[in-house]
């Protein structure tokens, strides 16, 4: 049991390395939206092997997991660190990473998602606040 969840772990790795490259990518600036996309994967270590054993049941053995697969820890066993097993070493290491990037952006959507203004921004609010509030009446929202 412990080397599936291992397996699944590693899996939503790679899949959390592609999100993070395409928030990247994409410039995804805003915690509430980041956290959507991780959220999606939380889904690849119940999913993955419920699709690997749908689509290609030779694949949910030890045989192949042992000969064929890429990310098997089970490659990983023999190879030792500080005394640590390198196996375990990356399971640990990925579930801290990702639990400290999905805290990281929950805490802004917590504590209100709102951006505070840096000291730099202040300068430009003047010139702003007219062309603001002339937008807003014109879309007949009310002053706040």
Request: net charge positive; charged share 20%.
């Amino acid at each position: 049991m412990g080397e599936y969840l291992a397996e699944s772990l590693l899996h939503a790795l790679v899949a959390a390395l592609v999100v993070e490259g395409l928030l990247r990518v994409w410039r995804v600036d805003d915690p509430a939206e980041r956290l959507r996309y991780r959220l999606v994967v939380l889904i690849v270590p119940l999913a993955l092997p419920v699709a690997f054993a749908l689509a290609a049941p030779q694949r949910t053995g030890g045989a192949f997991a042992d000969s064929r697969a890429l990310f098997a820890l089970s490659h990983w066993s023999g190879v030792r660190l500080a005394g640590v097993r390198l196996d375990q070493a990356v399971v640990w290491l990925a579930g801290a990473l990702g639990v400290w990037l999905f805290l990281r952006d929950l805490a802004p959507v917590v504590r209100g998602g709102r951006r505070r203004l840096a000291a730099g921004d202040g300068e430009n609010a003047d010139a702003i606040a007219p062309v603001v509030a002339a937008l807003a009446v014109e879309m007949g929202l009310a002053r706040v």
